[in-house]
């Protein structure tokens, strides 16, 4: 995953931490920030400006060109430096200075299956000091769902992460069952490397799809249809063309004929996870909240205890990953070092059943048992879809 630099080896850390400090004592006083003069005259380096500048003479025409095409460059920067949630109006006034992520390097052991035993517990713990400020203030921290870290709400704020109404959001669901992720886990495209992000971009530009902008079904096929020809070298089936329709449906929660740029670019980096890494290196992603979570769900389902479950019973587990939740159904009594998301159906709620909750198994379903390391390997790509905040799918199960 893409890390902060080490906030005690930098100067840049110190300085973050002492207008923290600050700015807690003044009352969260505005101070001038360095943000926005960094961003004014960024420009793209390297292969990536060549990238974007052929882009945009192919995207771009009119008298309105050289506007567009500052915008779809700052865009094109915000995407390649793992920023692609950053709104193109956001007022970056008195904010702290958005931290340099470093993304993840592939390793050489990244490709063997790791050890994730099925009787062997791990220990859920949190930090104890904000990520952003490192100061510790007990109950006033937000839990991430997903990973160790927690932060203070006005940290988060001071970051530009809380805008509007997501602040009561937040502090309503951040020690619920349903939980909150974290600016780091919320981001899939964090989880890229550099070659990785240069193949998705690669592909985005051929699209003529500008980071930041909402796309329609037509967009979302064609896309669809170009990674795929891209993939296999052939075009898409019909029946491929629908399953990718149902996807943006799945994308779509509100209906409005239109997805995210954010739900978008989760769905397209999980994708290219998938396409790109074998399913062990997948494995090697999952937080150890995330790995406790799987262990539940796997040992609820494996109610003789002889180490199987049904496929069936496997294909839904998968489908519970993107249960939603209704805010009545929300419960602020629960640790902040819970696990992560349940809802009434998981099969790690305590009122779950076996045979009320889980569909009639077909004979061909029946017929496969499914261990724990085969559990993990087929779930693991929808554990880490399910990271995001959104109440979007970012990826649908088969049916």
Same mark, same amino acid.
């Given at each position: 995953?893409?890390?902060?630099?080490?906030?005690?080896?930098?100067?840049?850390?110190?300085?973050?931490?002492?207008?923290?400090?600050?700015?807690?004592?003044?009352?969260?006083?505005?101070?001038?920030?360095?943000?926005?003069?960094?961003?004014?005259?960024?420009?793209c380096?390297?292969?990536?400006?060549?990238?974007?500048?052929?882009?945009?003479?192919?995207?771009?025409?009119?008298?309105?060109?050289?506007?567009?095409?500052?915008?779809?460059?700052?865009?094109?920067?915000?995407?390649?430096?793992?920023?692609?949630?950053?709104?193109?109006?956001?007022?970056?006034?008195?904010?702290?200075?958005?931290?340099?992520?470093?993304?993840?390097?592939?390793?050489?052991?990244?490709d063997?299956?790791?050890?994730?035993?099925?009787e062997?517990?791990?220990?859920?713990?949190?930090?104890?000091?904000?990520?952003?400020?490192?100061?510790?203030?007990?109950?006033?921290?937000?839990?991430?769902?997903?990973?160790?870290?927690?932060?203070?709400?006005?940290?988060?704020?001071?970051m530009?992460?809380?805008?509007?109404?997501?602040?009561?959001e937040?502090?309503?669901?951040?020690?619920?069952?349903?939980g909150?992720?974290?600016?780091?886990?919320?981001?899939?495209?964090?989880?890229?490397?550099e070659?990785?992000?240069?193949?998705?971009?690669?592909?985005?530009?051929?699209?003529?799809?500008?980071?930041?902008?909402?796309l329609?079904?037509?967009?979302?096929?064609?896309?669809?249809?170009?990674?795929?020809?891209?993939q296999?070298? *052939?075009?898409?089936?019909?029946?491929?063309? /629908?399953? %990718?329709?149902?996807? &943006?449906? =799945? @994308? +779509?929660? $509100?209906?409005? !004929?239109?997805?995210?740029?954010?739900?978008?670019?989760?769905?397209?980096?999980?994708?290219?996870?998938?396409?790109?890494?074998?399913?062990?290196?997948?494995? *090697?992603?999952?937080?150890?909240?995330?790995? /406790?979570? %799987?262990?539940?769900? &796997?040992? =609820? @389902? +494996?109610? $003789?205890?002889? !180490?199987?479950?049904?496929?069936?019973?496997?294909?839904?587990?998968?489908?519970?990953?993107?249960?939603?939740?209704?805010?009545?159904m929300l419960?602020?009594?629960?640790?902040?070092?819970?696990?992560?998301?349940?809802?009434?159906?998981?099969?790690?709620?305590?009122?779950?059943?076996?045979?009320?909750?889980?569909?009639?198994?077909?004979?061909?379903e029946?017929?496969r048992?499914?261990?724990?390391?085969?559990?993990?390997?087929?779930?693991?790509?929808?554990?880490?879809?399910?990271?995001?905040?959104?109440?979007?799918?970012?990826?649908?199960?088969?049916?």
């Amino acid at each position: 995953m893409g890390v902060l630099m080490s906030r005690r080896q930098t100067v840049e850390k110190v300085q973050k931490v002492s207008l923290a400090v600050s700015a807690f004592k003044d009352g969260l006083r505005e101070q001038p920030s360095t943000w926005q003069q960094a961003e004014v005259g960024g420009t793209c380096r390297g292969t990536l400006e060549q990238v974007v500048q052929e882009g945009e003479e192919e995207a771009s025409a009119g008298p309105s060109q050289p506007e567009e095409s500052s915008a779809s460059k700052a865009a094109w920067e915000r995407l390649r430096d793992g920023r692609g949630l950053e709104p193109e109006e956001f007022d970056r006034a008195n904010r702290f200075t958005l931290p340099a992520f470093i993304r993840p390097k592939r390793e050489l052991h990244d490709d063997e299956p790791p050890d994730i035993s099925l009787e062997q517990r791990e220990q859920v713990l949190n930090d104890e000091m904000c990520e952003i400020c490192g100061v510790w203030t007990a109950e006033s921290l937000f839990p991430c769902r997903v990973c160790s870290r927690v932060y203070h709400d006005g940290c988060l704020r001071r970051m530009g992460y809380l805008q509007n109404g997501s602040a009561m959001e937040v502090m309503e669901t951040a020690h619920t069952k349903m939980g909150w992720s974290c600016y780091y886990c919320d981001n899939l495209n964090l989880l890229l490397t550099e070659e990785e992000m240069y193949s998705m971009m690669e592909t985005l530009r051929q699209c003529k799809i500008i980071p930041g902008t909402c796309l329609t079904l037509d967009n979302f096929l064609y896309y669809k249809h170009l990674a795929h020809k891209q993939q296999f070298e *052939r075009p898409m089936a019909e029946a491929q063309e /629908e399953q %990718a329709a149902l996807q &943006f449906s =799945a @994308l +779509d929660p $509100d209906k409005k !004929g239109h997805i995210k740029w954010h739900d978008f670019l989760s769905h397209a980096s999980i994708q290219l996870l998938q396409k790109l890494r074998p399913q062990n290196a997948l494995l *090697r992603l999952l937080t150890v909240k995330e790995r /406790e979570r %799987a262990r539940a769900a &796997f040992l =609820a @389902l +494996d109610q $003789d205890s002889d !180490g199987f479950i049904r496929e069936g019973e496997c294909r839904w587990a998968q489908h519970t990953w993107f249960r939603k939740h209704q805010k009545e159904m929300l419960s602020c009594n629960v640790s902040i070092s819970h696990v992560g998301p349940m809802s009434e159906s998981s099969p790690t709620s305590s009122g779950s059943s076996k045979s009320q909750k889980t569909p009639p198994a077909t004979e061909q379903e029946e017929a496969r048992p499914v261990d724990w390391p085969s559990f993990l390997r087929e779930n693991v790509a929808y554990i880490l879809a399910a990271r995001p905040n959104s109440a979007a799918l970012h990826l649908q199960p088969p049916a």
